[in-house]
């Protein structure tokens, strides 16, 4: 089989995970989340004390950002677990925590700078689904096959409610909402890799659509594209 480069871009808790791993396994392809990459960063800049309340040591964290090595491990079910100078992360970059400290990190143009040379060696054989923000626009602008997804802010605070309150976690939905709209107004106006649709990226509006649905889709547009 042809491989291909495959980005997944779009807005925060519209699903794109799910979607990009799902495809990968069908594909046999490699799934990259780079989000989990921006976020391991965080990790080692809360770590190692660069967040001096809500400012970052920019010089001692440019000085580290080198010696910080983020791999992707399949665990025992298959899925693939991050990992930072050979620590199991992949529950820990999923805090509150991380969450809250991420965005100005992943705003820092030498943060950019590495991650995205990290990706770009992650698909030099190509037979890679990454999804994250700037995949399409900057990180493979010749992928093969780009999706931009989106949803109403409405419909991906209501997913993001629901896991939470799986979680037992108990914010409200205003709460949620307010937090999915600062978001993204902040991935969409940074000055660095600002979050946009690639020209020929396809957009999939996914508000109304189940799981199934979508990578039904996906993958009969990436087995098209792998055929040709
Ligand atoms: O997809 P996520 O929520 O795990 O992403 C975490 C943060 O990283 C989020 O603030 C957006 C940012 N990000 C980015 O700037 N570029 C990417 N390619 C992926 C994520």
Request: aromatic residues 6%.
């Amino acid at each position: 089989m042809k491989k291909i480069i495959i980005a997944i871009d779009g807005f925060s808790s519209c699903g794109k995970s799910t979607m990009a791993k799902g495809l990968a396994r069908k594909l046999g392809f490699i799934y990259i989340d780079s989000g989990a990459m921006y976020r391991a960063v965080t990790l080692y800049a809360l770590r190692n004390g660069f967040f001096e309340h809500e400012h970052i040591n920019e010089s001692a964290l440019a000085d580290s950002i080198k010696n910080i090595s983020i791999t992707f491990k399949l665990n025992k079910d298959g899925i693939p677990e991050t990992y930072m100078n050979d620590e199991n992360v992949e529950q820990e970059i999923r805090t509150m925590e991380v969450s809250s400290h991420v965005s100005p990190i992943a705003a820092l143009p030498f943060v950019r700078e590495a991650l995205v040379a990290q990706q770009r060696k992650m698909g030099e054989q190509k037979g890679i689904v990454m999804d994250g923000r700037d995949i399409g626009t900057t990180v493979f602008p010749n992928a093969e096959l780009k999706i931009f997804v989106t949803a109403s802010a409405e419909i991906r605070a209501q997913r993001r409610f629901d896991e939470l309150k799986a979680k037992g976690k108990n914010d409200t939905y205003e709460k949620v909402l307010e937090n999915v709209v600062e978001r993204d107004r902040i991935d969409m106006t940074r000055a660095v890799s600002p979050l946009r649709k690639a020209d020929d990226a396809i957009e999939l509006d996914n508000s109304h659509m189940t799981i199934a649905e979508q990578l039904d889709y996906i993958a009969s547009l990436a087995e098209n594209k792998i055929k040709s």
